[in-house]
C-alpha cells in the first residue's frame, strides 16, 4: 500500500502524518509512507485541501486531521 500525505508543511499535515503512521502500525501494516510539500506536485494529485492522505493513488481524506480510529478503518478495509 503506497500512502501519500499531501500538505506544505504546516501543524496539521504533521499531524496527520503522525496519525497514518500510528495507524499504520497499530495494524502492522508495512506501509510505503510518504509526504509531499511541494503544492504543484499535490496540486497535480488532485488535492485541493489539506492536509490529504492519498492511498494507492485515490485521495481518501481531504481537509482535515483524520484521527488514528478513521485510518486504521480506512487503511483495514483497502487491506
Known amino acids: 500500500m503506497k500512502i501519500i500525505v499531501a500538505g506544505p508543511g504546516c501543524a496539521r499535515c504533521h499531524a496527520t502524518e503522525k496519525n497514518v503512521i500510528d495507524a499504520c502500525a497499530a495494524l502492522n501494516l508495512a506501509a510505503d509512507i ?46
Open 34 to 79: 510518504s509526504h509531499e510539500f511541494d503544492v504543484k506536485s499535490f496540486r497535480n494529485l488532485g488535492v485541493r485541501v489539506t492536509p490529504a492522505v492519498i492511498v494507492d493513488g485515490k485521495i481518501a481524506i481531504s481537509g482535515k486531521i483524520p484521527t488514528v480510529d478513521e485510518l486504521k478503518k480506512l487503511f483495514a478495509d483497502i487491506k
